[in-house]
Every structure is written in C-alpha cells, then in structure tokens.
C-alpha cells in the first residue's frame, strides 16, 4: 500500500509523518505521535472517548482519517493546559468529581472543550443541564458518572460565558 506525508499541527507543535492512507487520525495521534491520551473505545464512533478537536471542531478520531488531518490543526486533551496544570473544565470537572474510571475523561474534557471555546468567543452553547445533558450525549461513560459530568461541565460554561460576557462589556 502507497504512503504518504501529511503535515499536521498538533496541539500548537508541526508535525510531519508518513502514513498509509487507511490509518485513522487516532492511531496517528495514538501510534505514531505518542498522544495516548486519546482513547479508543469502541472504534466506531459511537462512545466519543476518541474526540479531538480539528480546526476548532469536535471529531471522533476513531473515524476521520489521518491524511484528512493534512495541513490542519488538531487539538488533543494534551494539548489544552499548559505542563501540570490544569485547564478550566478539566478543574471544574475534577471539583465536581466527574472522573470515576477516567476512561471517557478525555473525550468529555474535549466535548466540554469545544462548547467552552464556543462560550468564550460569545458563540451560542447550551444554557441548561438539558441542553448540555443533549450536548454530551454523544459521549458514554460505561461508569454512568454522568450527573457529576453535567455538573462540572455547567461550572466550566458558565465561567466561560460570564468571562466572555465580562470581555465584550469590557470592550465598550
């Protein structure tokens, strides 16, 4: 089978590889850039313990495939904090005890990443616990944490929808 090279940005750093065109983005991430935070669960797309960020949008990387990744941005659950510190959702997610297994943590981390930047650009991102419950549904966690996951995920939305909100009063 035929390689080839793909150029892809990864949590801020270039990143170049050769790689058959059938692999998927979460084993390049996994395999071949040692970012094993990124987990596969069901390798269909169904459970989002494989979600990343491309280009700002959340994707399951078990389904998209590397080459697809080629000359764009790819943001990984290591990739949202600086060394040994925290990012806001993953704080407020550990206040609310919202990790039992960890297994599924970081796609939640990543899911609730995504609305959070959408909060923090005045993007819309859901208000409720329904909302977000709606939101998150895309996401399995085989523990059923999922009240203490809603909590922490409320928390880190509404901090970024009032320091967003705080920015654009600031702004005028």
């Known amino acids: 089978m035929s390689h080839r090279e793909i150029t892809v940005t990864v949590n801020g750093a270039v990143r170049t590889a050769t790689v058959e065109p059938r692999r998927t983005l979460a084993d390049f991430l ?4 040692g970012l094993t935070a990124t987990h596969l669960g069901c390798e269909h797309g169904v ?11 959340t994707v399951r990387s078990c389904l ?7 000359g ?12 040994g510190e925290m990012h806001p959702v993953q704080s407020a997610l550990w206040e609310s005890g919202a990790f039992q297994c960890g297994f599924c943590t970081p796609g939640f981390v990543m899911t609730i990443y995504g609305l959070e930047q959408d909060a923090r650009a005045g993007r819309p991102c ?7 419950r709606e939101e ?37």
Request: glycine residues 8%; charged residues 20%; negative net charge.
């Open 30 to 33: 996994r395999q071949d850039l």
């Open 47 to 57: 459970c989002g313990a494989c979600t990343v960020l491309l280009d700002g949008d």
């Open 64 to 70: 998209a495939l590397a080459v697809h990744a080629d």
């Open 72 to 83: 764009h941005e790819v943001t990984t659950v290591e990739g949202i904090a600086e060394p």
């Open 126 to 132: 859901p208000r409720s616990r329904t909302e977000i």
């Open 136 to 172: 998150l549904s895309g996401n399995i966690c085989r523990c059923s944490g999922y009240q203490a996951i809603v909590d922490g995920a409320e928390a880190a939305l509404t901090a970024a929808t009032a320091t967003a909100t705080t920015t654009t009063e600031g702004a005028r």
